[in-house]
T-cell receptor, first 113, second 110 residues
Framework: KAGVTQTPRYLIKTRGQQVTLSCSPI?????VSWYQQTPGQGLQFLFE???????NKGNFPGRFSGRQFSNSRSEMNVSTLELGDSALYLC????????????FGPGTRLTVT | QKEVEQNSGPLSVPEGAIASLNCTYS??????FFWYRQYSGKSPELIMS????GDKEDGRFTAQLNKASQYVSLLIRDSQPSDSATYLC??????????FGTGTSLTVIP
């Protein structure tokens, strides 16, 4: 069974721009979660989607948003990029979400200059 | 107090020894606990999940959960150099918020 895929793998953006990241979960998984990983803060939970609905949200500003499509694929959008948004963005999928045995994709490395 | 806390390490053990990794959490209502392994430059990989008090064994790995004391640990027996990685503890808090600790770096010395 194919794993979680994320595209693109690397991105370089300029401050003020916006970016959209994509995640395709493992086949049959309906829950998709997004995380930001930085050396200083570790893995931080952004939000979780289940059946096209945002079910949980972490403590990130409204510039971070997401959505999920009927095939469970998910996108994450960051508007008005800031230098501090440079990070590895990880997507994880699970069957139903709770309990959360999540499987991670390879991540998208975002660099904001 | 952070929701999930781990010693950042680094923890060094000789090959063949037992590595012990610990994690504490703040929310008494937490129900689900996970250990992930992350190699440098890679994404986290699920190793173990545990939901009930006591021990759960899977090969060389044993997860231990004590809800009364609010800690969860991971023991790695017969440690191998390939076990060298950062180990992340994750906890599902009340309200289904999912939190990771900052990880413990483990080095197994041949």
């Amino acid at each position: 069974k194919a794993g979680v895929t994320q595209t693109p793998r690397y991105l370089i953006k300029t401050r003020g721009q916006q970016v959209t990241l994509s995640c395709s979960p493992i086949s049959g998984h309906r829950s998709v979660s997004w995380y930001q990983q930085t050396p200083g803060q570790g893995l931080q939970f952004l939000f979780e989607y289940f059946s096209e609905t945002q079910r949980n949200k972490g403590n990130f500003p409204g510039r971070f948003s997401g959505r999920q499509f009927s095939n469970s694929r998910s996108e994450m959008n960051v508007s008005t990029l800031e230098l501090g948004d440079s990070a590895l963005y990880l997507c994880a999928s699970s069957l139903t979400g709770t309990p959360w045995e999540q499987y991670f994709g390879p991540g998208t490395r975002l660099t904001v200059t | 107090q952070k929701e999930v806390e781990q010693n950042s390490g680094p923890l060094s053990v000789p090959e063949g020894a037992i590595a012990s990794l610990n994690c504490t959490y703040s929310d008494r209502g937490s129900q689900s606990f996970f250990w992930y392994r992350q190699y440098s430059g890679k994404s986290p990989e699920l190793i173990m999940s545990i939901y009930s008090n006591g021990d759960k064994e899977d090969g060389r790995f044993t997860a231990q959960l004590n809800k009364a004391s609010q800690y969860v640990s991971l023991l790695i027996r017969d440690s191998q150099p390939s076990d060298s990685a950062t180990y992340l503890c994750a906890v599902t808090l009340t309200g289904n918020q999912f939190y990771f600790g900052t990880g413990t770096s483990l080095t197994v010395i041949p």
